[in-house]
């Protein structure tokens, strides 16, 4: 006579949670692929003379790498980390670069600020610099 055991539902649930965890453990099982990160465009140098406030930001951009991908705030958008703003003013333009980190969805937890003063003729003066100081390993990821 032959003995036959009909599993019971924790043996059946052990066996599922098995199969699933090994699945997800295995190479290419369960994970979705990491996308490769999209290159930060680099700005292009301006030539003389500066005449919008868009080129002026262009100069203030190039002048330090730590605002190589940094784009002009959009109010729309949330979750923004970098972002520049500006306004003309007597003799050229006023550009403000922000770089934030920490729960930026929320609004940033941290930022610091960098006020440039960009004149006609593509001469560069840093006005002002606040906010927290950077993290020890770098400007954050943006």
Request: glycine share 12%; hydrophobic share 40%.
């Amino acid at each position: 006579m032959t003995n036959h055991r009909t599993p019971t539902l924790t043996t059946l649930v052990l066996a599922i949670t098995t199969v699933a965890f090994l699945a997800a453990c295995s190479p290419g099982g369960g994970a979705s692929p990491t996308p490769e990160p999209t290159p930060k465009p680099t700005p292009t140098p301006i030539a003389q003379p500066v005449a919008t406030l868009e080129e002026a930001a262009q100069v203030v951009l190039a002048s330090d790498p730590r605002f190589a991908g940094v784009t002009k705030l959009d109010p729309n958008l949330i979750g923004a980390s970098a972002w520049w703003e500006g306004r003309a003013v007597d003799g050229g333009f006023e550009i403000v670069v922000t770089i934030g980190w920490g729960d930026c969805p929320a609004g940033c937890i941290n930022k610091h600020r960098w006020t440039y003063g960009v004149a006609g003729d593509a001469s560069l003066t840093l006005v002002a610099e606040e906010g927290e100081p950077l993290p020890a390993g770098g400007v954050p990821a943006y």
